[in-house]
């Protein structure tokens, strides 16, 4: 273990970036705690308060690494049915009561509560949820305000909605109209636009700069009142001074009702599993391949929830898409949760007056666009490509918990897979029978390899999947492991979506995890998860070749490379890489390869973010192995982003007798003497007179890309051939 | 109890389809051990069935096998129990039933009940054959009792006198020994080093008992050791089955009672699913 005093430092030193990051996802915070409160009736100020609450007691005594905490957008609809059945009063003491009860999975060691339910039920769930907040916040989106008793109904009037808007008279309304549509149009294109200026401010916040921009251009410009119709404006938020003195009135007058122990266990069902979902999920972003202890967190969470709705606040979970941000910009360890609610407090204290000046519609845009991401019809399909009884479980589920609500929709997401279970094995007797043995083995097979074995009997599914859970948490993710289902009559698609995530976390540490023993099954036909997760390998471009394809082609044929147009999903290599650190490649394709196998110039598909901060990217690269040491560095033009991530802490290497150089190219890297060596007369004289490329090193191969998008014919040539030209001049090392 | 050796072999005789593989498999046995076999029918005596169990041991009689057939009505439980203590008898042999599905081997009521209250030692079959099937690999509990000596003991003279060639002695680590709960690195970390102190203790419990047994015991036969994780008394019927092994010895529980039943632990586990032949060593 390392000395305690390095930690020390190692923080201080990551600190300016954890600030810088926090600052980012502030940006995106603010306005998505404002829409979520605002989503769920509660007072716009809510969800700041709670942002600001979870964002200071979570970063000190929570067990996660670079997690953000806030308002849940799969909280609004349960918020939003605690509040219009309790009361604002009587909602904040079940937040209160959830918070305890959270605390107290925290303390039970539920942190594995989120396993016990199918993924495909907990995707319906989610995309139930989308559809709720969508549902209703699309009029409100369209300035055409809405109440109905039943989500479904909401769902059903959009059209009527659009149509209304079409015949608009009011400008107020059409302004607002105007305003919500904007707002979308910025949510849907901003990850289209790949330009560093556009993109150093986070979209929420683009549309409350330029909402507040505009509300400002017809006060001071054109000496009017803001054309949009009062009453989809933000209504009056509270001035610092009036959140910290003024607390909110808490009823406990309800304790004894049924609505109110309903409203507490939804709260807690949903915020715990969001949370643990999230968790998980950014514990795959962190670049330093940290596990975080979950446990701790909910009890954090469960603490800072109680805390929140005692100052007027919702419930705090962690969030996905702006733990991602975060990891994103940098974040590293908790100080950037904290430093989020730092800023947050600023912009409340600074800034609170004109947040009035948002548009309603504007700010329900982002939420409609949250909606949509939670049920898109891509998840449908990526579920249907699983299997046609994962589509029955989802829609079961989804329909279910828009007609009756969430804790009814996710028991019959259970009930019903349970029953495609008995009905796909023909069998009820093999999962009673051996629901509660301890049906897995793990041992360290004692060869000098020293592989860990795992083998499974009888059956594998969300029911029993913690036990194999259990043992496979045990191994530390740079070992090998081999999981054996040869004895194990039953393997379902919850199980195979967990082992995949176990696959690339052992993968990206250097480990190896292998699944054997499903062959068999294959045979059998019985088992259509497993079955169709192990073979489903698209061919995208099987059929014929697009003008681009085959112009690589003739590339191929003019420099001796070899053509592949398949989707390749072995992207190993490129995980040292620094730039893949908090990037997924998805796939490469169009690979042209030299004979050796050490020049390789390809398309690439990669994602960064998650949700909707998920952004996927193509892009042209070109990876050359040297077979030999070099340092590890990136190179890249200075921009003026540079400058602005230099006081942040990304420092830049620079060269007392290369000023041109040092001032162009942005050089980072950790061992600043051997780059320095490495960095020859030559070779800098070489960049100096060459057009500009991202160059990365791992140590043993180069990463050479240029744009953010895929390459012209033209450019893969200029590309292929600057790479040859680097491969002369790098200084050999013997 | 120093049994060396089984002296007397009882076997409960019932005019089944398997009545001929089981007393094949009992009588090569007692020839092997050099051990009496008393064969317990639960019934009338007849003339007609004592000829019928005869013709079927008779090539073992031409090979001097000592033998006595008792004959005695009653509750078929109680009346193995006590015949094998009136007899002596220090292993008892009992089939197993297998399911239709001829992959799994469960045992009968009656088995059940006997293996739970019986004074002596306890072979389970699973598939008794005519033809002798050599017996490769034995796999025997290393577990931290004081029955495991005699376990392991007996272990190494079956396979001596069987000539099987590998012993595979097995200690169960429980998660309950490790004692960190795996939340984060840092406790993976410590839950390694836990595991890694453990390994090292149970092995050299285990080659301290191994050092103990008699030389020409242990001349040919290749030991490992193999600590597993998962649950007492169940995984080690799961390691026997995944390394195919031929013979598991186990230490018989030290009482079962109506809530080892209900909560099954030990050897309960190992009679709802016998992974392979499962000798239980009182």
Redesign the interface.
Same mark, same amino acid.
């Given at each position: 273990m390392t000395p305690k005093k390095n930690n020390i430092a190692l923080f201080f030193k990551q600190l300016p970036k954890n600030i810088f990051s926090g600052f980012v996802v502030s940006l995106i915070a603010l306005p998505l705690g404002l829409g979520l409160a605002m989503a769920s009736d509660a007072p716009a100020i809510a969800g700041v308060i709670t942002a600001i609450v979870g964002g200071v007691i979570v970063s000190i005594l929570g067990g996660s690494h670079v997690t953000i905490t806030g308002p849940g957008n799969g909280l609004v609809g349960v918020t939003l049915v605690a509040i219009t059945a309790l009361g604002l009063e009587g909602a904040f003491a079940a937040i209160i009561c959830s918070g305890v009860l959270i605390m107290l999975l925290g303390f039970l060691r539920m942190g594995n509560l989120a396993d016990f339910f199918p993924s495909s039920a907990i995707q319906g769930m989610l995309a139930a949820i989308g559809l709720i907040i969508l549902g209703k916040q699309f009029h409100i989106m369209f300035g055409h305000k809405i109440t109905r008793d039943n989500t479904i109904d909401y769902l059903v009037e959009i059209p009527f909605t659009i149509n209304d808007a079409l015949h608009y008279e009011n400008t107020g309304l059409i302004y607002a109209a105007i305003a919500g549509l904007i707002s979308l149009a910025i949510m849907i294109f901003y990850p289209k636009l790949r330009n560093k200026y556009w993109h150093l401010i986070p979209a929420p916040m683009w549309i409350v700069v330029l909402s507040i921009g505009f509300s400002y251009y017809f006060e001071l410009a054109l000496h009017q009142d803001n054309p949009i119709a009062k009453e989809y404006m933000i209504p009056a938020i509270p001035t610092f001074a009036e959140i910290t003195t003024q607390l909110p009135k808490i009823s406990f007058a309800k304790i004894g009702s049924l609505a109110f122990w309903g409203s507490v266990l939804s709260l807690t069902l949903i915020a715990s599993i969001e949370s643990l979902l999230s968790i998980k999920a950014v514990d795959k972003l962190d670049p330093e391949r940290r596990r975080s202890n979950v446990n701790r967190d909910l009890k954090a969470l469960g603490l800072a929830t109680i805390g929140s709705g005692f100052v007027g606040g919702l419930n705090v979970v962690t969030v996905i898409a702006r733990s991602s941000v975060n990891v994103n910009n940098g974040g590293s360890n908790r100080s950037s949760n904290f430093s989020h609610a730092f800023f947050l407090v600023i912009f409340i204290v600074v800034f609170s007056s004109q947040l009035t000046r948002i548009p309603l519609p504007a700010l329900m845009a982002i939420l409609v666009y949250t909606g949509y991401k939670l049920a898109s019809p891509d998840l449908i399909k990526k579920i249907f490509s699983v299997g046609k009884e994962q589509l029955i479980i989802f829609f079961v589920t989804l329909l279910i918990t828009l007609k009756f609500g969430l804790i009814l929709g996710i028991t019959a997401g259970v009930i019903t897979t349970i029953i495609i279970h008995f009905i796909i094995n023909k069998n009820v007797t093999l999962f009673l029978r051996h629901w509660i043995k301890p049906n897995v083995l793990m041992f360290k097979e004692d060869d000098d390899k020293s592989n860990y074995y795992v083998s499974v009997k009888h059956f594998c599914t969300f029911a029993n999947f913690y036990r194999l859970k259990q043992k496979l948490n045990a191994i530390s993710t740079d070992n090998d492991v081999i999981v054996d289902f040869s004895m194990c009559d039953f393997v379902d698609h919850t199980v195979m979506e967990n082992l995949n995530n176990y696959q690339s976390a052992f993968t990206k540490s250097g480990g190896h995890f292998d699944i054997v023993g499903l062959d068999m099954h294959d045979a059998d036909s019985k088992h259509p998860f497993a079955l169709r997760k192990i073979v489903a390998v698209p061919t995208l471009f099987g059929y014929n070749l697009t003008k681009r394809q085959e112009n690589l082609e003739t590339i191929a044929k003019d420099y001796n490379l070899i053509y592949s147009a398949d989707k390749n999903k072995n992207t190993v290599f490129l995980d040292p890489f620094l730039f893949f650190k908090t990037k997924q490649p998805n796939y490469i394709y169009n690979e042209l390869e030299d004979v050796n196998a050490n020049f390789k110039l390809f398309d690439i598909e990669f994602s960064e973010g998650e949700f909707i901060a998920k952004e996927v990217v193509r892009t042209s690269m070109l990876h050359i192995d040297l077979n030999e040491t070099i340092p590890v560095f990136s190179l890249d033009r200075e921009t003026i982003m540079d400058k602005v991530y230099a006081i942040a802490g990304f420092t830049d290497i620079n060269f007392d007798d290369h000023q041109d150089f040092s001032k162009r190219f942005h050089l980072v890297g950790e061992n600043i003497v051997d780059i320095k060596a490495f960095f020859t007369n030559e070779l800098i004289h070489f960049f100096e007179c060459n057009p500009y490329y991202h160059i990365e090193s791992n140590g043993s191969s180069l990463l050479i890309f240029s744009k953010q998008r895929l390459a012209s014919t033209k450019e893969i040539k200029a590309l292929l051939d600057f790479g040859k030209r680097l491969k002369v001049v790098i200084p050999k090392t013997h | 109890m120093t049994n060396k050796n089984f002296k007397t072999i009882g076997i409960g005789v019932a005019f089944s389809p398997n009545l001929k593989a089981n007393l094949y498999e009992a009588a090569r046995l007692s020839l092997f051990f050099e051990s009496k076999l008393v064969l317990i029918h639960v019934g009338e005596k007849s003339d007609e069935k004592e000829q019928q169990i005869l013709e079927i041991i008779k090539p073992f009689i031409q090979d001097n096998l000592n033998y006595d057939l008792v004959f005695k009505t009653g509750n078929p439980v109680d009346v193995i129990l006590s015949v094998s203590e009136e007899k002596k008898v220090d292993l008892l042999i009992l089939g197993a039933l297998q399911k239709e599905n001829f992959v799994q081997y469960y045992l009968g009521t009656i088995a059940r009940k006997i293996t739970r209250q019986a004074n002596c030692s306890i072979l389970l079959l699973i598939k008794p054959s005519v033809e002798r099937i050599p017996c490769k690999h034995i796999v025997v509990n290393g577990l931290d009792n004081p029955k495991t000596k005699q376990a392991i003991t007996t272990a190494y003279y079956m396979s001596h006198k069987l000539q099987s060639k590998k012993i595979t002695i097995v200690e169960e680590i429980t998660?309950q020994e490790?004692a960190v709960?795996? $939340?984060? $690195?840092?406790?993976?970390?410590k839950? $390694?080093i836990i595991k890694a102190r453990l390994k090292m203790r149970e092995d050299s419990r285990v080659h301290q008992i191994i050092s103990e047994i008699p030389e020409d015991y242990k001349a040919q036969i290749i030991t490992?050791? @193999?600590?597993? &994780?998962?649950?007492r008394g169940?995984?080690i019927g799961?390691?026997a @089955? &995944?390394v195919r092994a031929d013979l598991l010895v186990m230490n018989a529980p030290s009482k079962t009672s109506f809530w080892d039943r209900l909560f099954p632990h030990d050897i309960e586990?190992i009679l709802s699913?016998l992974p392979t032949d499962v000798l239980i060593i009182q």
């Amino acid at each position: 273990m390392t000395p305690k005093k390095n930690n020390i430092a190692l923080f201080f030193k990551q600190l300016p970036k954890n600030i810088f990051s926090g600052f980012v996802v502030s940006l995106i915070a603010l306005p998505l705690g404002l829409g979520l409160a605002m989503a769920s009736d509660a007072p716009a100020i809510a969800g700041v308060i709670t942002a600001i609450v979870g964002g200071v007691i979570v970063s000190i005594l929570g067990g996660s690494h670079v997690t953000i905490t806030g308002p849940g957008n799969g909280l609004v609809g349960v918020t939003l049915v605690a509040i219009t059945a309790l009361g604002l009063e009587g909602a904040f003491a079940a937040i209160i009561c959830s918070g305890v009860l959270i605390m107290l999975l925290g303390f039970l060691r539920m942190g594995n509560l989120a396993d016990f339910f199918p993924s495909s039920a907990i995707q319906g769930m989610l995309a139930a949820i989308g559809l709720i907040i969508l549902g209703k916040q699309f009029h409100i989106m369209f300035g055409h305000k809405i109440t109905r008793d039943n989500t479904i109904d909401y769902l059903v009037e959009i059209p009527f909605t659009i149509n209304d808007a079409l015949h608009y008279e009011n400008t107020g309304l059409i302004y607002a109209a105007i305003a919500g549509l904007i707002s979308l149009a910025i949510m849907i294109f901003y990850p289209k636009l790949r330009n560093k200026y556009w993109h150093l401010i986070p979209a929420p916040m683009w549309i409350v700069v330029l909402s507040i921009g505009f509300s400002y251009y017809f006060e001071l410009a054109l000496h009017q009142d803001n054309p949009i119709a009062k009453e989809y404006m933000i209504p009056a938020i509270p001035t610092f001074a009036e959140i910290t003195t003024q607390l909110p009135k808490i009823s406990f007058a309800k304790i004894g009702s049924l609505a109110f122990w309903g409203s507490v266990l939804s709260l807690t069902l949903i915020a715990s599993i969001e949370s643990l979902l999230s968790i998980k999920a950014v514990d795959k972003l962190d670049p330093e391949r940290r596990r975080s202890n979950v446990n701790r967190d909910l009890k954090a969470l469960g603490l800072a929830t109680i805390g929140s709705g005692f100052v007027g606040g919702l419930n705090v979970v962690t969030v996905i898409a702006r733990s991602s941000v975060n990891v994103n910009n940098g974040g590293s360890n908790r100080s950037s949760n904290f430093s989020h609610a730092f800023f947050l407090v600023i912009f409340i204290v600074v800034f609170s007056s004109q947040l009035t000046r948002i548009p309603l519609p504007a700010l329900m845009a982002i939420l409609v666009y949250t909606g949509y991401k939670l049920a898109s019809p891509d998840l449908i399909k990526k579920i249907f490509s699983v299997g046609k009884e994962q589509l029955i479980i989802f829609f079961v589920t989804l329909l279910i918990t828009l007609k009756f609500g969430l804790i009814l929709g996710i028991t019959a997401g259970v009930i019903t897979t349970i029953i495609i279970h008995f009905i796909i094995n023909k069998n009820v007797t093999l999962f009673l029978r051996h629901w509660i043995k301890p049906n897995v083995l793990m041992f360290k097979e004692d060869d000098d390899k020293s592989n860990y074995y795992v083998s499974v009997k009888h059956f594998c599914t969300f029911a029993n999947f913690y036990r194999l859970k259990q043992k496979l948490n045990a191994i530390s993710t740079d070992n090998d492991v081999i999981v054996d289902f040869s004895m194990c009559d039953f393997v379902d698609h919850t199980v195979m979506e967990n082992l995949n995530n176990y696959q690339s976390a052992f993968t990206k540490s250097g480990g190896h995890f292998d699944i054997v023993g499903l062959d068999m099954h294959d045979a059998d036909s019985k088992h259509p998860f497993a079955l169709r997760k192990i073979v489903a390998v698209p061919t995208l471009f099987g059929y014929n070749l697009t003008k681009r394809q085959e112009n690589l082609e003739t590339i191929a044929k003019d420099y001796n490379l070899i053509y592949s147009a398949d989707k390749n999903k072995n992207t190993v290599f490129l995980d040292p890489f620094l730039f893949f650190k908090t990037k997924q490649p998805n796939y490469i394709y169009n690979e042209l390869e030299d004979v050796n196998a050490n020049f390789k110039l390809f398309d690439i598909e990669f994602s960064e973010g998650e949700f909707i901060a998920k952004e996927v990217v193509r892009t042209s690269m070109l990876h050359i192995d040297l077979n030999e040491t070099i340092p590890v560095f990136s190179l890249d033009r200075e921009t003026i982003m540079d400058k602005v991530y230099a006081i942040a802490g990304f420092t830049d290497i620079n060269f007392d007798d290369h000023q041109d150089f040092s001032k162009r190219f942005h050089l980072v890297g950790e061992n600043i003497v051997d780059i320095k060596a490495f960095f020859t007369n030559e070779l800098i004289h070489f960049f100096e007179c060459n057009p500009y490329y991202h160059i990365e090193s791992n140590g043993s191969s180069l990463l050479i890309f240029s744009k953010q998008r895929l390459a012209s014919t033209k450019e893969i040539k200029a590309l292929l051939d600057f790479g040859k030209r680097l491969k002369v001049v790098i200084p050999k090392t013997h | 109890m120093t049994n060396k050796n089984f002296k007397t072999i009882g076997i409960g005789v019932a005019f089944s389809p398997n009545l001929k593989a089981n007393l094949y498999e009992a009588a090569r046995l007692s020839l092997f051990f050099e051990s009496k076999l008393v064969l317990i029918h639960v019934g009338e005596k007849s003339d007609e069935k004592e000829q019928q169990i005869l013709e079927i041991i008779k090539p073992f009689i031409q090979d001097n096998l000592n033998y006595d057939l008792v004959f005695k009505t009653g509750n078929p439980v109680d009346v193995i129990l006590s015949v094998s203590e009136e007899k002596k008898v220090d292993l008892l042999i009992l089939g197993a039933l297998q399911k239709e599905n001829f992959v799994q081997y469960y045992l009968g009521t009656i088995a059940r009940k006997i293996t739970r209250q019986a004074n002596c030692s306890i072979l389970l079959l699973i598939k008794p054959s005519v033809e002798r099937i050599p017996c490769k690999h034995i796999v025997v509990n290393g577990l931290d009792n004081p029955k495991t000596k005699q376990a392991i003991t007996t272990a190494y003279y079956m396979s001596h006198k069987l000539q099987s060639k590998k012993i595979t002695i097995v200690e169960e680590i429980t998660k309950q020994e490790v004692a960190v709960s795996v $939340d984060d $690195d840092k406790s993976l970390r410590k839950s $390694d080093i836990i595991k890694a102190r453990l390994k090292m203790r149970e092995d050299s419990r285990v080659h301290q008992i191994i050092s103990e047994i008699p030389e020409d015991y242990k001349a040919q036969i290749i030991t490992k050791t @193999q600590s597993i &994780f998962g649950k007492r008394g169940y995984s080690i019927g799961h390691y026997a @089955q &995944f390394v195919r092994a031929d013979l598991l010895v186990m230490n018989a529980p030290s009482k079962t009672s109506f809530w080892d039943r209900l909560f099954p632990h030990d050897i309960e586990y190992i009679l709802s699913e016998l992974p392979t032949d499962v000798l239980i060593i009182q």
